[in-house]
């Protein structure tokens, strides 16, 4: 079985993202900044653990962790460059 790549993983949620922005931008916006918050909560606090004592933990975690949270802010520039804005602003 093949691994998924990075780039398929951020596509595969920014595309999860857009459809959220099609529909409401304004509940969109708040996932975007919950969700986005959450994972990168968890990833400091992760790579904070890592540099006290190493793990196991694979490294693709980390690359996981870092795309959960840069996926939502693409999704956002995407559709405010395809929308020329939001409508709730």
């Known amino acids: 079985m093949e691994r998924i ?3 398929e993983i951020l596509l595969g949620e920014v595309v999860i ?3 959220i ?3 409401n931008d304004y509940m969109a916006a708040m ?3 919950i969700f ?5 909560l968890i990833l400091l606090v992760s790579l904070v653990v890592e ?12 690359v ?9 802010v693409v999704a956002a520039i995407v559709y405010a460059l395809i929308n020329k804005g939001m409508d709730w602003l």
């Open 51 to 62: 540099l006290v004592e190493k793990s196991k933990v694979p490294r693709w975690y980390f």
């Open 17 to 19: 993202y857009l459809i």
């Open 36 to 40: 986005g918050s959450i994972f990168l």
């Open 21 to 23: 922005w099609v529909f």
């Open 5 to 7: 790549r990075p780039i």
């Open 64 to 72: 996981f962790m870092g795309l959960s949270v840069l996926a939502p």
């Open 31 to 33: 996932l975007s900044l």
